[in-house]
C-alpha cells in the first residue's frame, strides 16, 4: 500500500484519480476538469492503470476512451483524503 500511496503523490495522477471518483470519464473531460494538459492526463491513466487502480471501459477505441477506478483505486483515493486531513 505504500508504494502506492507514494507513486500517487504526484499532482497529475491524484487530480485525475481525484476527477474519476466522480464517475467514469474520458480523458478530455478529466483534463477539462483539472486543468492538466491532456497529454499529462493521458500518461497518468495509463500509468495508473498498469498498476491496477483505474482501468478502461472501451479499451478497442483509439479516441476518447472512458476510464473509471477500480476497487484497489478506491482504496488507495480513501487513503489519500484520509491523509489530506
Known amino acids: 500500500m505504500w508504494e502506492l500511496l507514494s507513486f500517487m503523490q504526484g ?6 484519480l481525484f476527477a474519476l471518483r466522480d464517475g467514469p470519464k474520458t480523458p478530455s473531460k478529466i483534463a477539462d476538469e483539472t486543468g492538466e494538459h491532456l497529454s499529462h492526463i493521458s500518461r497518468a491513466l495509463r500509468e495508473m492503470k498498469e498498476k491496477g487502480l483505474v482501468e478502461c471501459m472501451t479499451p478497442g477505441r483509439s479516441k476518447n ?8 483505486g478506491v482504496i488507495v483515493l480513501e487513503e489519500l483524503s484520509k491523509n489530506n486531513r
Open 65 to 72: 476512451r472512458i476510464y473509471q477506478i477500480t476497487e484497489k
Open 11 to 16: 499532482k497529475v495522477r491524484r487530480s485525475a
